[in-house]
């Protein structure tokens, strides 16, 4: 039952994130063109910052009122930014931008610390490749929603749209709330994590923690460098695709007709592949897999100099992100404790992750603008980067396998002690 609300959840957040995105893309490139980038990457991750140090001040109360309670803003915002779109400008397009990096990251990372919270390794391994799945076909209702109603209504009205699922989403939640009252599990983890020595209610404390920690500490390297590879792909994609249509409508259309293919073909891996992979192939090639296809990917399109490669790229980097990926690199949360999941996964996976698109928006404008470089230094930053992707990942993928173990053998000694104080009870029972 659980595992099924949350496909819905995640199916319905996904959704609206991808009837939103091809409209941004359209909005941004065709208002302040793709020169402006860097600015918007570097605006994301100050804004973002200040977002996740105003959420550090909630993150203390129960899960219910500070999910709905983030949910609920999201609905609103999406209503206001429809009465902002009446008069559009390209400021607006560009805070837009910026605000659904928030939205879209906020929205994910609560998700699956959620998930996190009532699943252990075992059972995330047979299920959060089918969760994910909820996020491919929501992608492909999502981008084909839009692809559909974009050039009828316009961009503007399908904020509407966005607002309508988000409640839709909101309901959800709450009834996975009832269903699972008491299901976060009973985690036996490393004691470097449940015992803290930092105080991880603030963000100085949180920092100190992780670098402490070998395991977060490569987490957190992989999660920078998940977001600064993709979005040097990213810039070459928009120099692609600018080409490819004029006008925001039009090029929300072209990249949202993209997404919708992308997304059938994520859906089926998730559904079918994600758990086989995993299984086959382990969590550190799933995790290192995506920077060594944008290492040989870059270095082909550096060789052949076709667009195409660029569209195949950045399209092949997303859905496996978004598929094996997402799910391994989610898997290694299992073997945390919740001090991990509610304290420092939200400054990882929103902080940190945003904090990187700054600094790549710093690269690109470096590179492209003031050293001159132009595309070939782009390319060359894309390989380097992509590269410390793959081994950071190998990194954490060690680190989570020794926890994993620890794990194990700890819950068995748990077991027995266990079995040992209900025989004791047992004899003393009869004895008496």
Avoid at 136 to 152: N, R
Avoid at 192 to 201: A, E, I, R, T, V
Avoid at 361 to 373: A, H, T, Y
């Amino acid at each position: 039952m659980k595992t099924s609300l949350l496909f819905l959840w995640f199916f319905l957040f996904i959704c609206c994130y991808y009837v939103l995105r091809p409209i941004r893309r359209g909005l941004v490139l065709e208002g302040l063109g793709n020169d402006n980038m860097p600015f918007i990457y570097m605006g994301t991750a100050l804004v973002t910052g200040v977002v996740v140090y105003i959420y550090s001040k909630f993150a203390h109360l129960p899960r219910r009122p500070l999910i709905g309670g983030i949910y609920t803003i999201f609905m609103v915002n999406l209503l206001i930014w429809w009465q902002l779109f009446q008069n559009p400008t390209g400021l607006t397009a560009g805070v837009f931008w910026v605000w659904l990096d928030v939205f879209s990251i906020m929205g994910v990372t609560l998700f699956w610390m959620y998930a996190n919270d009532l699943f252990d390794s075992s059972s995330a391994k047979r299920l959060f490749g089918i969760i994910a799945g909820g996020g491919g076909l929501g992608a492909v209702f999502g981008s084909s929603i839009t692809a559909s109603l974009v050039q009828m209504v316009g961009s503007t009205n399908m904020l509407l749209v966005a607002a309508f699922i988000i409640a839709l989403t909101l309901g959800i939640f709450f009834v996975i709330e009832r269903v699972t009252e008491t299901g976060a599990i009973k985690r036996v983890t490393d004691d470097s994590d449940k015992k803290s020595k930092y105080d991880l209610s603030n963000f100085s404390g949180v920092i100190k923690q992780i670098v402490s920690n070998r395991f977060l500490l490569f987490l957190t390297l992989v999660v920078c460098f998940e977001r600064i590879t993709p979005d040097l792909i990213q810039f070459l994609y928009h120099e692609v695709l600018h080409t490819m249509a004029t006008g925001s409508d039009a090029i929300a259309a072209v990249d949202a007709n993209l997404e919708r293919w992308r997304g059938i073909a994520e859906f089926f891996v998730e559904i079918f592949l994600v758990a086989f992979v995993i299984r086959k192939f382990g969590t550190g090639v799933s995790i290192a897999s995506s920077g060594v296809l944008i290492m040989a990917s870059l270095a082909c399109f550096a060789i052949f100099a076709n667009p195409l490669i660029v569209v195949a790229i950045f399209h092949a980097d997303e859905a496996i992100r978004h598929s094996w990926f997402k799910a391994a690199k989610e898997l290694t949360y299992t073997v945390t404790s919740r001090d991990v999941l509610y304290a420092i996964k939200p400054i990882i996976e929103m902080f940190f992750y945003r904090f990187s698109r700054g600094f790549a928006g710093v690269l690109i404008l470096l590179f492209n603008s003031v050293f001159g470089f132009g595309t070939a230094g782009i390319l060359g930053l894309g390989i380097v980067c992509g590269a410390a992707w793959a081994f950071f990942g190998l990194k954490l993928n060690a680190e989570f396998r020794r926890l994993e173990v620890k794990s194990q053998i700890d819950k068995a000694f748990d077991g027995d002690a266990q079995a040992e104080a209900t025989d004791k009870k047992s004899s003393q029972t009869v004895g008496a």
